[in-house]
């Protein structure tokens, strides 16, 4: 299919890790992202990864690329409460990011 | 920077009503992007522009939508006449150009019912 799927919904509990996953569709595709949307505001970048990279850390953040199965994921270690929103995959596409519809994740206490 | 500037925040409206959405980008980004998001359908982008020329209008839904860019700062997106399916949230994004490099960064959004 064309679409960028992911699950719509995660439970964590507070301190555990999330990891959220997501296929994407085009192979040519040569940037991968994870943008977040909290609560009444808009979609902003949380990170990215080249599609020459396999994996990419930024502190709490993990993203794992296989290219090969077209699916990326991202691991949010140690998670927090202020991790709850709605993180959405996306792949670039010609001159577009085609975003998938977003996966929203809940904290447990 | 303000970031992306739109108003109004939230519209409410009766079915046949003209509406306008607006939209600042950033100073100095070439790129503006309308997407509109629901709970059904997700975030689908309706139509972007490179330097105030509209290039892929494809995703806009019907004829009763319209997009301009009059100049580098200001964007509209009209809806003529409004229906009760035209109810989501619609947001604006500006990239420094366009293409997978480019971050996009997005406005507040802009809420809108149509009764």
């Known amino acids: 299919g064309e679409d960028v799927e992911q699950s719509l919904f995660l439970s964590v509990r507070e301190g555990d890790s999330s990891v959220i996953n997501c296929t994407y569709t085009?192979?040519?595709?040569?940037?991968l992202y994870w943008y977040k949307q909290e609560p009444g505001a808009g979609l902003q970048l949380l990170t990215y990864?080249?599609?020459?990279?396999d994996m990419k850390q930024d502190q709490r953040l993990t993203v794992l690329l296989n290219k090969k199965d077209k699916h990326l994921s991202l691991r949010i270690a140690d998670t927090q409460t202020g991790d709850s929103a709605i993180y959405f995959c996306?792949?670039?596409?010609?001159?577009?990011?085609?975003f998938g519809k977003g996966t929203r994740l809940h904290i447990l206490p | 920077d303000a970031g992306v500037i739109q108003s109004p925040r939230h519209e409410v409206t009766e079915m046949g009503q003209e509406v306008t959405l607006r939209c600042k980008p950033i100073?100095?980004?070439?790129?503006l992007f309308w997407y509109r998001q629901t709970m059904m359908r997700g975030l689908e982008l309706l139509i972007y522009?490179?330097?105030?020329?509209?290039?892929?209008d494809s995703g806009m839904p019907e004829d009763r939508f319209s997009a301009k860019m009059p100049n580098a700062s200001f964007s509209t997106l009209k809806i003529q006449p409004s229906e009760p399916r035209d109810s989501a949230v619609y947001f604006c994004?500006?990239?420094?150009?366009?293409?997978?490099?480019?971050?996009?960064?997005f406005g507040p959004g802009t809420r809108l019912t149509v009764l």
């Open positions: 994004a500006s990239s420094l150009a366009s293409g997978g490099n480019n971050e996009q960064f």
């Open positions: 996306a792949e670039s596409r010609d001159d577009k990011i085609i």
């Open positions: 522009f490179n330097n105030n020329v509209p290039i892929d």
């Open positions: 085009d192979s040519s595709s040569t940037y």
């Open positions: 100073s100095g980004h070439n790129s």
């Open positions: 990864i080249f599609s020459n990279m």
